[in-house]
Nanobody
């Protein structure tokens, strides 16, 4: 069974920074990609960014480009989301997701962590 465990959410003032982490566990787990999504109250879940696990190529939503950065620790199967210059509109529950080898979509999800940015 694959598990994704997130950490690092919290309350921060606008302009501040937070770092989210997500660790994957599972004996036979191997990822094609790991990504971050978010869902604000009353809105649909949206893509934030992702990283191709093999080569490390990253992709970001336009709304977070140049403010958010994804990095990884391959040995620890951990992906980080460094969020800088946070805005109130970044307030959401942030979810880590993994696309396992053999899957066409993200097929494993974390439990979500709340990020609240005050103005």
């Amino acid at each position: 069974q694959v598990q994704l465990v997130e950490s690092g959410g919290g309350l921060v003032q606008a302009g501040g920074s937070l770092r989210l982490s997500c660790t994957a566990s599972g004996r036979t787990f191997s990822a094609v990609a790991m990504g971050w999504f978010r869902q604000a109250p009353g809105k649909e879940r949206e893509f934030v960014g992702s990283m191709r696990w093999a080569g490390g190529t990253t992709y970001y939503a336009d709304s977070v480009k140049d403010r958010f950065t994804i990095s990884r620790d391959k040995v620890k199967m951990t992906v980080h989301l460094q969020m800088n210059s946070l805005k109130p509109e970044d307030t959401a529950v942030y979810y880590c997701a993994a696309q396992q080898v053999g899957s066409q979509n993200y097929n494993h999800w974390g439990q979500g962590t709340q990020v609240t940015v005050s103005s």
